[in-house]
C-alpha cells in the first residue's frame, strides 16, 4: 500500500472504495448464491471474522431499467470527493488514488489474499538474501499515446520518487533503501546506482533492506520518462503540478473528462497490453451515499455501494436485476487523535477519549447488525488479525471521568471539565453532515465533561488541516489493507505527512521495524501479536469499527460476480467486463 500516511484515507463511513486492478486475481473467493445468510444477518449480528463472500443474483433481470439498458458500450460505477490529482504517488485524497487506478498499471499487482501476481512485468527474481529484484517486462508495451514503456521508464519513476525533493509521502522508501539512495539525494552521485537497466525490459534493484514488501513497493505504477520527465530537474518537481489534471498513463483507460464534484470519464485505452477493453466508456460518477439506491434504482448507475442495513438489502432485492454482494471488508474506521496537542499527548487522555464513546451504539445506528467495534489495528480479514492480549476499551463514563481526573481535570460550574485555565474543548473533523458520531459523541463527551465540537468540511480541506496539524479528532477510514504493516506502519515514523497524528512510542517502533525484517510469516504474526497488544495499551487513536458491505450491479454487466470484487471493498476488473 502506497499512500500518503500508511493509511490511505477514505471517508469515515462511505458506501464504497474503487481498487481498480488491471489483472484478475482468478475468482478465489468463496462465493455462496444462497440467500438464508442474509436473511439471518438482517435480523441478528453478523461475524465479521466470517470473512465468506456471498452473492445474491438478480432474479428478474429483465427488469433493468432502460436508462442503463441504453447504455450499450458504457460502465457507470461511482467515487466520493476526487480531488483532480491524476498522477500516481503525488495525490493527499485517497479517492484521486482510486480515479488513477484506471490510469496507470503496476509491474506487479496482489490477487485478493495479498498474494503478487504479474501485470506489467510478466515475471522476476528475487536473489537469495532477498535484497536484489529483477523485474522483466513483457514485450512491447506501451504507454496511452503509443509510445514504448521500457525499463527505463521504469528507472525515472523510481528515480523521482527518490528525489529530495519528494514529498508527497505517498510511498516510503525508508524501510527499503534502494543502494545508492543517499549518496544521489546529497549530490554525491548524478543516479542512483541500485537502479540497474540491464536491457529495454529488465530491470534490476539492489536494496539495503529486507523487507517482505520490497517486491510490490519497487513494482508499482510506471510513469512516463518522456512525457513526466521532460522538465525534471533533480530537486525540482513543482513542474509535475501543471500534468496532474493530464494523466498519460499505460492502464485500461486514458482520461476523457474530469468535471469537478461531478463525474470522470474514460475512454478505452488502444495501446493496453492486455487488449483495448471490450467496455469503450468508464464513467465515476461522484455521488453520496444517500442517493445511491436511488441513482442505481433508476439507471443512472451500473455498479455502487449502499448503506449496510437490512432495509436496503431488503429494496435491493426487490429490484429484480440487481445482482448483490456482502461480505466483510479489509478495512476499518478510526478517530484520529492529534497527539501533539497538549491536551491530547498523555496516554490516559486518549485511554478516557476511548471509554467514554459508546462506540457499539455509533455501529448499530449505522450498520445495523454488519459492524463490529474494532479493536485491533487489522481487519478481520488479514492473516495477523488477532485479539490475543489486547485491551478492550468497553463503554464505562465513569472510567473515563476517573482517568481524566487523575490528570487534573476538574469539572466547572458548566460541568465541562477545566484544568489551568483551560477548559477541555475538542473539535471534530467530518465530510458526513450525517455522521452517527456527532450527535453519539456529543452526547457521550458532555457527560465526562468534554465540549465536543463538530465541523463538516469537504474532503480536500479536511486532509489539508490533517496534514498541517489543525484538528483535535477527524473521522478517516482506512483502504483496503493487504499487508499488516499498511495499518501501523505510520506509527513508526516521525514524518508528519506519513503519521499525521503525530504518535511517537519507542517499543511500537520497534515491533513495526521487526515486522517487516522479515520473511518468515510465523515470526510477523509474533511481533504483530506484541504489536496489536502495546498500540492497544498506549493508543495513539481510537478505532470505531469494522464492517460488511452491501455492494450490487446490474445484471447487464456479464462477468460481475467473478470479477467485481477484491483486496479493497470492491476491485472491478474491468478488462474482464461485458455489457450484455
Known amino acids: 500500500m502506497k499512500k500518503k500516511t500508511n493509511i490511505l484515507m477514505a471517508l469515515l463511513l462511505s458506501s464504497v472504495i474503487f481498487l481498480i486492478t488491471a489483472c484478475s486475481s482468478g475468482g478465489t473467493n468463496n462465493v455462496s448464491t444462497s440467500t438464508t445468510a442474509s436473511t439471518q444477518a438482517s435480523t441478528q449480528p453478523v461475524k465479521l471474522t466470517d470473512t465468506t463472500v456471498e452473492v445474491i443474483k438478480a432474479t428478474d433481470p429483465g427488469k433493468s431499467p432502460d436508462t442503463a439498458n441504453n447504455r450499450s458500450d458504457t460502465f457507470v460505477a461511482t467515487i466520493h470527493e476526487p480531488g483532480g490529482v491524476f498522477l500516481p504517488y503525488f495525490y493527499d485524497n485517497g479517492w484521486d488514488g482510486n480515479a488513477v487506478q484506471p490510469i496507470f498499471s503496476s509491474l506487479v499487482t496482489v490477487d485478493d489474499n495479498g498474494n503478487p501476481i504479474p501485470d506489467l512485468a510478466e515475471k522476476w527474481d528475487v536473489s537469495t538474501d532477498n535484497l536484489t529484484y529483477t523485474y522483466y517486462l513483457r514485450p512491447n508495451l506501451k504507454f496511452s499515446d503509443g509510445s514504448p514503456l521500457t525499463a527505463d521508464d521504469v528507472a525515472f519513476t523510481l528515480t523521482l520518487l527518490n528525489d529530495p525533493a519528494y514529498a508527497a509521502g505517498n510511498i516510503d522508501f525508508s524501510n527499503i533503501v534502494i543502494k545508492g539512495t543517499d549518496e544521489y539525494k546529497k549530490g554525491n552521485a548524478t543516479s542512483i546506482s541500485g537502479i540497474k537497466v540491464i536491457n529495454p525490459t529488465t530491470i534490476q534493484i539492489t536494496t539495503e533492506k529486507l523487507n517482505p514488501l520490497s517486491l510490490t513497493t519497487l513494482g508499482g505504477s510506471v510513469i512516463s520518462k518522456a512525457y513526466y520527465g521532460k522538465d525534471y530537474q533533480k530537486g525540482k518537481l513543482d513542474y509535475l503540478k501543471e500534468l496532474y489534471g493530464k494523466p498519460m498513463g499505460d492502464g485500461p483507460y486514458q482520461l476523457d473528462q474530469y468535471i469537478n ?39 443512472q448507475t451500473d455498479f455502487d455501494g449502499f448503506a449496510t442495513d437490512k432495509d436496503t438489502l431488503e429494496q435491493l432485492k426487490t429490484l429484480g436485476f440487481a445482482n448483490i454482494r456482502i461480505r466483510t471488508v479489509p478495512d476499518f474506521g478510526i478517530i484520529y487523535v492529534n497527539n501533539k496537542k497538549s491536551y491530547l499527548k498523555d496516554t490516559a487522555v486518549r485511554q478516557a477519549l476511548y471509554y467514554g464513546l459508546d462506540r457499539q451504539k455509533i455501529i448499530d445506528v449505522k450498520y445495523n447488525g454488519y459492524g463490529e467495534v474494532a479493536n485491533v489495528f487489522a481487519a478481520p480479514t488479514l492473516w495477523s488479525y488477532t485479539e490475543e492480549g489486547v485491551t478492550k476499551y468497553n463503554y464505562d463514563p465513569g472510567k473515563a471521568k476517573q482517568l481524566l481526573e487523575g490528570l487534573g481535570w476538574k469539572a466547572g460550574s458548566d460541568g465541562i471539565l477545566q484544568k489551568d485555565g483551560q477548559k477541555f474543548k475538542l473539535s471534530y473533523l467530518t465530510t458526513k453532515p450525517d455522521d452517527p458520531i456527532i450527535p453519539i459523541a456529543k452526547e457521550d463527551y458532555k457527560a465526562v465533561g468534554i465540549d465536543f465540537v463538530p465541523e463538516v468540511l469537504d474532503a480536500n480541506t479536511m486532509f489539508d488541516r490533517m496534514y498541517k496539524g489543525d484538528y483535535d479528532l477527524l473521522s478517516v477510514r482506512t483502504n483496503g489493507l493487504i499487508d499488516p504493516n499498511d495499518a501501523v506502519y505510520e506509527f513508526s515514523s516521525t514524518d508528519p505527512n506519513v503519521n499525521p497524528s503525530g504518535y511517537s512510542n519507542p517499543t511500537v517502533t520497534q515491533l513495526v521495524k521487526e515486522g517487516i525484517s522479515t520473511s518468515d510469516k510465523a515470526k510477523r504474526q509474533t511481533t504483530y501479536t506484541k504489536l496489536y497488544q502495546e498500540l492497544s495499551k498506549d493508543p495513539p487513536v481510537i478505532l470505531i469499527d469494522y464492517r460488511k458491505s452491501v455492494s450490487a450491479w446490474n445484471d447487464r454487466i456479464i462477468g460481475g460476480e467473478k470479477y467485481i470484487t477484491g483486496a479493497s471493498d470492491v476491485a472491478i476488473q474491468l478488462t474482464k467486463l461485458k455489457i450484455k
Open 261 to 299: 464534484g461531478q463525474e470522470i470519464r474514460y475512454n478505452a485505452n488502444p495501446n493496453y497490453y492486455g487488449g483495448k477493453p471490450s467496455i469503450a466508456h468508464l464513467i465515476f460518477k461522484v455521488t453520496s451515499t444517500s442517493t445511491a439506491l436511488q441513482a442505481f434504482q433508476t439507471g
